[in-house]
Nanobody
Framework: QVQLVESGGGLVQAGGSLRLSCAAS????????MGWFRQAPGKEREFVAA????????YYTDSVKGRFTISRDNAMNTVSLQMNSLKPEDTAVYYC????????????????WGQGTQVTVSS
């Protein structure tokens, strides 16, 4: 079992920044790919960003490219999402997830999820 706990969400004005963190416990995440997803009210959960086991490869959905950066610290068992130039349409609950046992980036096969952290961007 892997437990994931997100933090860092909050209310920010458009154009502002937030940094989300995800702390893992139970097992090491160092050999597994990680991802961030989000779910806005009334919408399905969508993929945001992913990072491979070593942090050498990342992938982003088009709407956040150039504004969001995913990173990880395997020694600390954490993954982060730096969000800059935030827009009202980024408002959502953000979830951290792990592709436990899979080292490469993917948009599916995530087998453990956090509870989510709310991000609200005001216009």
């Amino acid at each position: 079992q892997v437990q994931l706990v997100e933090s860092g969400g909050g209310l920010v004005q458009a154009g502002g920044s937030l940094r989300l963190s995800c702390a893992a416990s139970g097992r090491t995440i160092s050999s597994s790919a990680m991802g961030w997803f989000r779910q806005a009210p009334g919408k399905e959960r969508e993929f945001v960003a992913a990072i491979n086991w070593a942090g050498a490869s990342t992938y982003y959905t088009d709407s956040v490219k150039g504004r969001f950066t995913i990173s990880r610290d395997n020694a600390m068992n954490t993954v982060s999402l730096q969000m800059n130039s935030l827009k009202p349409e980024d408002t959502a609950v953000y979830y951290c997830a792990i592709r436990y046992g899979r080292s490469n980036i993917g948009m599916d096969n995530y087998n453990y999820w956090g509870q989510g952290t709310q991000v609200t961007v005001s216009s």
